[in-house]
């Protein structure tokens, strides 16, 4: 942390709805670096964007790579508050583990995070798909949060605006919305 930090406030890493929709009050959010693990399209929703009947897919974080999203800085005071809130978010079903883990935010700082991690024993967790069964999937996709298509295109849209590039999301982009500007190859497969 650093001197201008509190020592008891919360760090949280978004890397996907998180980026567009924390739903938390914060103090400040930063871009940010995770090593050892990189965003992927490896959770079947069974409650926000699908049901068990007709599962649509979210963002994990999965094992090796790195991630760049965002960290957001809650104050001490809101700390506990948001956790619950995290947690009544993200563990509906508990197919992700909660960890603290480092994090290079792209200012120098180097903090540590509360991220959500998916947890491959659990049984929605999807693996690597290919590519016309993700495609499927986000397009049938509905549940409590919304349509599956509409949080793939609002994260890939975010996303884009920092500056980073996900190959499997721009591909889906492409697909859902034809129209989208883009630099990628669509799906094959």
């Known amino acids: 942390m650093t001197s201008g930090d509190n020592a008891a406030d919360l760090w949280v890493f978004g890397y996907g ?24 399209l490896c959770v079947f929703s069974h409650v926000h964007r699908g ?19 965002l960290a957001f800085r809650v104050a001490a005071a809101q700390a506990d508050e948001t956790v619950a809130y995290l947690r009544a978010r993200e563990q509906a079903t508990s197919v992700y583990l909660e960890r603290h ?16 991690v998916a947890d491959r024993e659990h049984l929605q ?19 409590q949060s919304g349509e599956n298509p509409d ?17 499997v999301l721009a591909a889906l982009a492409q697909e859902l919305a034809p ?7 669509p799906l094959k497969g």
Request: hydrophobic share 35%.
């Open 101 to 116: 883990v480092p994090l290079r935010l792209d200012d120098g700082r180097r903090v540590r995070g509360l991220v959500y």
């Open 179 to 185: 129209g989208l500007q883009a630099t990628h190859p």
């Open 151 to 167: 949080y793939v295109l609002q994260t890939h849209e975010h996303l884009r605006k920092m500056g980073v590039f996900d190959p």
């Open 51 to 69: 049901t068990p009947e007709r599962p649509g897919l979210v963002l994990g974080l999965d094992r090796g790579g790195v991630c760049r999203g």
């Open 125 to 143: 967790y999807a693996g690597k798909l290919p590519p016309q069964e993700l495609l499927k999937l986000v397009r049938q996709g509905k549940g």
């Open 17 to 40: 709805s998180l980026i567009w929709r924390p739903g938390f009050a914060f103090e400040e959010s930063v871009g940010a670096k995770l090593h050892g693990y990189h965003r992927s």
